[in-house]
Nanobody, 121 residues
Framework: QVQLVESGGGLVQAGGSLRLSCAASQRTNYHMAWFRQAPGKEREFVAGISWGGSATHYADSVKGRFTISRDNAKNTVYLQMNSLKPEDTAVYYC????????????????WGQGTQVTVSS
């Protein structure tokens, strides 16, 4: 099972940007995705990317503001987050193995430990 480690979270003002990274312990041909979980809320899908990186899928709430990408040579997936809003505050998780277009949590077999993103107003 691939191990995933997220980094890049932090505190940012509304309108600012952050880039999250997810490093995998080994080369993977899995589809990858980012999810997030805010306090008191269920974990929700944010963005997904095909194993080759040519196709992506976004939640409506982040479309046009967030961009997912991957560098398979570095075994790393990224989430560029622009125009951040206070409602984007959450712990962000990287996940592997599921379907990036039909992102059911139970289908993703590998998860990172999460990285906190806090957006102040």
């Amino acid at each position: 099972q691939v191990q995933l480690v997220e980094s890049g979270g932090g505190l940012v003002q509304a309108g600012g940007s952050l880039r999250l990274s997810c490093a995998a312990s080994q080369r993977t041909n899995y589809h990858m995705a980012w999810f997030r979980q805010a306090p008191g809320k269920e974990r929700e899908f944010v963005a997904g990317i095909s194993w080759g990186g040519s196709a992506t899928h976004y939640a409506d709430s982040v479309k046009g503001r967030f961009t997912i990408s991957r560098d398979n040579a570095k075994n790393t997936v990224y989430l560029q987050m622009n125009s951040l809003k206070p409602e984007d505050t959450a712990v962000y998780y990287c996940a592997a193995g599921g379907n990036y277009r039909v992102p059911l949590l139970a289908d993703f077999g590998s998860w990172g430990q999460g990285t906190q993103v806090t957006v102040s107003s």
